[in-house]
């Protein structure tokens, strides 16, 4: 009997503690990161050209965000479908003094491979403040006159691949349609933080 009753009791607890482990991890999931606040017109000061023939995305990133490649996953599958008919970028966030081996990380081979996408570091986050983006994920796009079309993230939470509405808003405006949002959530890490850090 006594048996039965400490099996119970630990049955129970092992239960409870799954149950809370499952809903902080999907907590975590589903909390955004810090939306940016773009300038309306493209920022004059940034050493990224803007195209003046077409939209302009650009994609800021920490290179060693879990969460992000599902961002750059995303990504990939935007590219298949509009092609050539927006100007894409992704910026990594890395500090000035950090080495070779923690800026080429498998986020920017990734990246990399993604056809006409340009990949480029921002050493010491100079480009991604000027665009005010905080959030690894953070996805910025500008028609070809400068002006913001759309900001936000491309996945629905943290790691998360499939449809999502910041995806089909670029999809969308590329193709010459409406853009059915402005703005999404951005789910990722901070840009500034340092590999190890937490």
């Known amino acids: 009997m006594k048996n039965k009753k400490l099996f119970i009791l630990s049955s129970i607890i092992w239960l409870g503690s799954m149950l809370a482990g499952t809903y902080y991890l999907l907590r975590y999931a589903n909390t955004p990161g810090v939306a940016a606040l773009p300038p309306k017109l493209w920022p004059v000061e940034s050493s990224i050209t803007q195209s003046s023939k077409t939209a302009t995305l650009v994609l800021f990133g920490h290179p060693h965000c879990p969460c992000s490649k599902a961002s750059v996953g995303e990504l990939n599958e935007i590219i298949a479908k509009i092609h050539d008919r927006i100007r894409v970028y ?12 923690w800026q080429q990380s498998s986020l920017w081979t990734d990246a990399k491979l993604i056809p006409g996408v340009q990949t480029l570091l921002d050493e010491d986050g100079i480009e991604s403040s000027r665009f005010n ?66």
Request: glycine share 14%; aromatic share 8%.
């Open 90 to 101: 992704v910026a990594f966030v890395v500090p000035k003094d950090a080495d070779e081996s």
């Open 133 to 198: 983006a905080t959030t690894s994920g953070q996805a910025i796009l500008y028609d070809e006159n400068g002006q913001l079309v759309f900001s936000g993230g491309i996945t629905d939470s943290r790691g998360h691949f499939g449809d999502n509405a910041g995806k089909s808003a670029i999809i969308s405006y590329a193709n010459g349609h409406e853009v059915p949002v402005r703005s999404t959530p951005v789910y990722g890490c901070a840009l500034y933080h340092r590999h190890g850090d937490g």
